[in-house]
């Protein structure tokens, strides 16, 4: 069965709205754990909008299962990373004006800079993971660079209207994830995943694991945490 990665920023957004304590995104991820899911997500930003250090740090002592950290690769998420020592990291672009992040890491324009911060979290034990769009380039410098896994950026399948543009959409992130196996590379994909449109990406050959987080924060505003879980484990053990 491919893995269910859970982000929990968004139970942060909501606790940051009102610069309170809750909810607590630490609670969330043990609820998160308890209904099935296989991984905790979650996204320190450089400008701190939601999860917050307090909240990794807890996060790193409660997480059974595996914890995800995206971060940008900037030398002072780096160092916090390092400390923290999560299972995994993600990197992807962050920009401080955006809502969410908007497309795939540039890993072929920064092959140098980037192989060092692989090599920092190797020697730390810890699994590094490219955040990039399904294009061969960068598929190819992500092996270049040492990265342990690649997840594909399927926010242009979920924003697409028209069918005709989903099958294109599809099609890439199947092609993608044939070269990226091919290559050694864990595949997994995220961004913009919903209860509507998981199904046909978890049929995708040789994908591992899906990272989803807003659609099943906002499920569980109205069915409960839990339950918006288990729904989406049982829409990708049956796609």
């Known amino acids: 069965m491919v893995r269910l990665g859970v982000n929990v920023d968004h139970v942060a957004t909501l606790r940051e709205a009102r610069k309170i304590e809750e909810p607590d995104p630490v609670m969330a991820a043990v609820i998160v754990e308890l209904a099935g899911a296989h991984g905790i997500v979650c996204h320190l930003r450089e400008d701190r909008r939601h999860i917050k250090e307090r909240d990794l740090y807890l996060l790193r002592q409660i997480v059974k299962t595996r914890l995800n950290l995206e971060?940008?690769?900037n030398d002072e998420i780096?160092?916090?990373?390092?400390?923290v020592k999560p299972d995994k990291?993600?990197?992807v672009p962050e920009r401080r004006?955006?809502?969410?992040?908007?497309?795939?890491l540039d890993v072929a324009g920064n092959r140098r800079r980037l192989a060092k911060i692989v090599d920092k979290f190797h020697d730390a034990g810890i699994s590094v993971s490219m955040?990039?769009?399904?294009?061969?380039?960068q598929i190819k410098a992500s092996k270049e660079v040492g990265a342990d896994e690649v997840e594909f950026h399927t926010g242009r399948y979920a924003e697409a209207?028209?069918?005709?543009?989903i099958k294109a959409e599809l099609?890439?992130?199947?092609?993608g994830a044939r070269i990226a196996h091919e290559m050694g590379l864990v595949v997994a994909m995220g961004h913009g995943l919903n209860y509507r449109n998981v199904q046909p990406i978890a049929r995708i050959p040789h994908v591992e694991e899906l990272n989803i987080g807003h659609s099943i924060i906002g499920r569980a505003v109205f069915v409960g945490l839990e339950r918006a879980v288990k729904e989406?484990?049982?829409?990708?053990?049956?796609?």
């Open 71 to 73: 971060m940008a690769p």
């Open 78 to 83: 780096v160092k916090i990373a390092l400390d």
């Open 89 to 91: 990291v993600t990197l």
């Open 97 to 104: 004006q955006e809502i969410t992040t908007e497309g795939g």
């Open 131 to 137: 955040f990039i769009e399904a294009d061969i380039d």
């Open 161 to 165: 209207k028209k069918e005709t543009e």
């Open 171 to 175: 099609e890439k992130l199947k092609e």
């Open 232 to 239: 989406m484990l049982e829409l990708i053990r049956t796609a």
